[in-house]
Nanobody
Framework: QAQLVESGGGLVQPGGSLRLSCAASGFTLSGLVMSWHRQAPGKERELVAGIGTTGGSTTYANSVKGRFTISRGNAKNTIYLQMDSLNPEDTAVYYC????????WGQGTQVTVSS
């Protein structure tokens, strides 16, 4: 069964950092476009960052550009989202998505930025 599992969320103070992981099982992420999305309470889910099939191409939402970095793991069945200089507006549930023959979503991990 194809599955994505996110981890690494939590509570962090403004200015802090978190690293999210997204691990796949039941299929390989190699050759797939991957992305991170987030959904804050009362808001629509939005694209945060995407990475191409080889990892050489990345894209970011303007709101996170320069602060977040998406990458592929060496094991090639994991992707990461390094989040630096976090602020309260980054508070949301973060999801990873695989562009497989169908979209596969993880269950999400909560990120809360608060003092």
């Amino acid at each position: 069964q194809a599955q994505l599992v996110e981890s690494g969320g939590g509570l962090v103070q403004p200015g802090g950092s978190l690293r999210l992981s997204c691990a796949a099982s039941g299929f390989t992420l190699s050759g797939l476009v991957m992305s991170w999305h987030r959904q804050a309470p009362g808001k629509e889910r939005e694209l945060v960052a995407g990475i191409g099939t080889t990892g050489g191409s990345t894209t970011y939402a303007n709101s996170v550009k320069g602060r977040f970095t998406i990458s592929r793991g060496n094991a090639k069945n994991t992707i990461y989202l390094q989040m630096d200089s976090l602020n309260p507006e980054d508070t949301a549930v973060y999801y990873c998505r695989a562009n497989w023959y169908r979209a596969v979503w993880g269950q999400g991990t909560q990120v809360t930025v608060s003092s």
